[in-house]
């Protein structure tokens, strides 16, 4: 590292139990912000993409298209980046949950449905394994590429060891390819009560992030 600044870029401080502000707070409808996504802040493509840069979203448990049982995430990732001046060229979807054809993609506007490559089978984390989702990326993707990655599939090491795989090597400057992740981390259940006990003498060790 040549200890030049490259960009000023915010962090989701990953502390209290990695939701909204409000999920737990005394006085204020937490049941209503479990699953809000309002306070995250994706930065969007670059200022200036390179020529014939594309666009492409990576979900790790995509549920279906609106519905989800911590709330859908490829809609809102596709109405986002579109606020953001984002439109996905192509969509990358995987979900070990089974389910017709017709759930998955009859809610999907034609636009998304156009651009999706939907799994509906397990990932696997092993390297080079057909269903990882990080080999499929890296044979479909260029240096110029704008990619953005949601891990979320409620099996912490899976999650931990794609982490640990060529995602590291994904968002190496050397590549030039930009790189958004969030990942729904993993942590103690006694974490949640802390929280709510400021008696509790516990802490946030156990947390993937």
């Keep these: ?40 802040l994706p930065m ?3 200022k200036a993409p390179a020529a ?11 549920s ?11 809609d809102w990732f596709v109405k986002t980046y579109n606020d953001l001046g984002v439109r996905f060229d192509r969509i990358l979807a995987w979900e070990a949950t089974p389910a017709p054809d017709a759930s998955i993609f009859h809610a999907m506007p034609h636009a998304v449905y156009d651009t999706l490559s939907y799994y509906n089978v397990p990932v696997n984390a092993t390297p080079g394994a057909r269903d990882n989702p990080l080999r499929v990326l890296t044979d479909v993707v ?8 949601k891990i979320d599939i409620d099996y912490p090491k899976i999650e931990q060891s794609l982490l640990e795989q060529s995602l590291l090597d994904l ?9 958004e992740l969030l990942l ?18 516990q802490d946030c060790s156990h947390s993937l992030a």
Excluded at 15 to 38: E, M, Q, S, T
Aim: glycine share 12%.
């Design 142 to 149: 260029s240096p110029s590429d704008f990619v953005v990655v």
């Design 171 to 179: 968002v190496r400057p050397a590549l030039g390819l930009v790189v």
């Design 1 to 40: 590292c040549s200890g030049a600044l490259l960009a000023r870029t915010p962090l989701e401080p990953l502390v209290g139990i990695l939701r909204h502000p409000f999920a737990h707070c005394a006085g204020k409808p937490g049941r209503l912000y479990g699953v809000d996504k309002g306070y995250l």
């Design 44 to 46: 969007g493509k670059p």
């Design 184 to 201: 729904a981390s993993w942590f103690a259940a006694y974490l949640v009560r802390c929280y709510r006990d400021a008696a509790c003498a």
């Design 64 to 74: 279906l298209y609106s519905k989800g049982i911590g709330g859908s995430s490829q």
């Design 52 to 62: 014939g840069a594309r666009s492409f979203l990576l979900d790790l448990g995509a």
